[in-house]
């Protein structure tokens, strides 16, 4: 899949005329897929290039930060990086990333029309969503677009909701169940488990201090990822899943959030502690790695521990847990 960040590429141009969708698709959730999957057909049954036209920042992040309320943008689901990651596993052709600024907000659907659509995409067919709106104070809608296509000679189709269960599927509902700390529920809406990818950063290296871990080791070593969101969609600790160190999955237990128990209005970050390290990588060989963190099932929330003490003991129940947890999946 090729990534464009924003339309002056060449490489755009000369990539030929587009089957395209528009949208945040935070999450990349089933009906996102089911979308992505009609696209996709369209676009190979027509000869035109798949292309998924995103944003960001998200356009609620935008808003929320122009109206001085940063607190209502929406938790995030995905990073760029894990949503692009899905939209390529989807089959996508292109993904073309769209900065949303005060430029881009105030721009009107017929600009919309005219400068993106026709001469920024070469657009020949259209796929929307049913509440899809755009362009400033979202005056655009389907019947415009619709239109629109009439008169430069593109198709435009809609597709409706798509639900699991009598359960409307949007990022919305991800969102409340991620919060929630439903896992089961979010893997049912995604067709997938909850994950997030990037690379392994060092951290302080605090847990290797903590004592003897319960495998007589020396610590509770941990694989630190940042969550580039001030506000992602799940936090707490969570039985977890690693892939990307060793030829098989390996289980773990996660901590993604800010940090109480040792940091107050830190980083948002994803620390792993892994079960079991593999015996071919060695203890520092995981750093720079690009790995993804599957959470599989939420145990609590952050908690803020008074002491390093306690905090090791906290650890290690934690652990205990997701040992328990496992073992009890495989019977």
């Not at 809608?141 to 597709?159: I, N, S, T």
């Not at 940091?263 to 079960?275: D, N, Q």
Request: glycine fraction near 12%; hydrophobic fraction near 45%; proline fraction near 4%.
């Amino acid at each position: 899949m090729q990534v464009f960040r924003g339309l002056a590429s060449p490489a755009l141009v000369a990539g030929g005329a587009s089957a395209v969708t528009v949208g945040n698709f935070d999450g990349v959730h089933r009906g996102h897929q089911a979308m992505l999957a009609l696209l996709t057909n369209e676009a190979r049954h027509r000869g035109l290039a798949s292309t998924v036209l995103t944003f960001e920042p998200h356009p609620r992040d935008f808003f929320a930060a122009r109206a001085g309320t940063p607190e209502h943008a929406p938790c995030r689901i995905a990073t760029l990086r894990d949503k692009l990651g899905e939209l390529e596993r989807c089959g996508v052709d292109r993904a073309v990333v769209l900065r949303f600024d005060e430029r881009f907000a105030s721009q009107s659907p017929e600009a919309f029309i005219r400068d993106v659509l026709l001469a920024g995409l070469r657009t020949r067919y259209v796929l929307v969503g049913d509440d899809f709106r755009f362009g400033a104070r979202r005056a655009g809608d389907y019947a415009m677009l619709d239109a629109a296509g009439e008169v430069h000679g593109f198709d435009v189709a809609r597709m409706n909701s798509y639900e699991v269960h009598g359960l409307r599927v949007s990022s919305s509902a991800v969102r409340d169940a991620l919060a929630a700390g439903d896992m089961a529920l979010a893997a049912s809406l995604l067709g997938r488990p909850y994950a997030i990818s990037g690379h392994v950063l060092h951290g302080r290296k605090l847990g290797r201090t903590l004592g003897c871990g319960p495998a007589g080791d020396d610590g509770f070593r941990t694989l630190n990822l940042r969550f580039p969101h001030r506000k992602p969609a799940a936090q707490g600790i969570f039985v977890a899943r690693v892939h990307g160190l060793a030829d098989h999955a390996l289980e773990g237990v996660a901590s993604l959030g800010v940090r109480p128990a040792v940091e107050h209005g830190g980083r948002m970050l994803l620390e792993v502690h892994c079960l079991a390290w593999p015996d071919t990588l060695p203890m520092e060989g995981g750093y720079g790695r690009c790995v993804k963190v599957e959470l599989l099932h939420k145990l609590h929330d952050e908690r803020h521990y008074p002491t390093l003490d306690f905090l090791r003991d906290g650890i290690a129940q934690d652990v205990r847990d997701a040992r328990a947890w496992f073992a009890e999946g495989a019977r």
